[in-house]
């Protein structure tokens, strides 16, 4: 009997063995991307601030409330950009955000744009519309693909598909932080904290609604690249904390198997060495 616990027990290591190393390898491969993702995140981030900037103030300068990038359309439904991971292994970065995105299209009528791997299963199995299953990965999605995605989001907001356009990926706060955000990317609205009375000091030619018009395909590429930047960085981040908790926990197993086998080959010994003494005896 306890022969056989042994032999289970010598599997059991070698099996949690085999899954450390792999979680090991996960980690190092995610640690590597790490500063490359982070380089590229910040690079991104000036861009798209400008033409959020400048969308926003030509939004408030604006004397022409028929534009249609300012008008409420409650009537029609909503289109969501979900941007999750191509792969799972990432802690609850992916259900985090599933989670915060249909907790805020609870009662809406929608259609997706899933970007990653992910969101595209997900959606699928959900029934719901979905404009597009192409861009599955988020790691290679160029600044020329978000621009192709921006004209083709225009073209359906102006052919009345959708009347709001939001944005949903993860923000990386930190190494160990990162958030959820949900933005609203159309009808334009400033955030908060933007300022609320009409600039003085800009001067539109030939005019605020020109400047809008011309600037959206690239507020719109550019905060999608921006947050795509910020999206595969949370993964990436998010993918190294999950593989370095796992590989620690496995550590643990293993110490505590080896123990259980040394207890067990301990006792098997003391059987063996106390059957020895009884028969000298006989």
Partial sequence: MAGT?????????????STMQITKAMQLVATSKLRRAKERMEMSRPYADIAQQAVYTASLSCDDPSIAYLQKQPEKKACYIIIAGERGLAGGYNNNLFKAHLAHAEGKEYCVLPIGRKAIEKYHRLNVPVLSDEYAAVEGLSVSRCYLISNMLLEKFHAGEFGDLYLVYTSFKSMMSQEVDIRQL????????????????????????EVLETVMPDYLAGTLYSALCNSFLSEVASRRSAMDSATKNAG?????????????????????????????EQ
């Fill in 252 to 280: 643990e197993m293993i110490n505590d198997l080896k123990l259980r086998f040394n207890r067990a080959r301990q006792g098997a010994i003391t059987q063996e060495i106390t059957e020895i003494v009884a028969g000298a």
């Fill in 5 to 17: 616990s042994m032999k289970d027990i010598k599997l059991r290591i070698k099996s949690v063995e």
């Fill in 186 to 209: 159309l009808p334009v609205v400033p955030e908060e904290g933007a300022k609320k009375e009409k600039p003085v000091s800009t001067v539109y030619d030939p005019g605020a609604k």
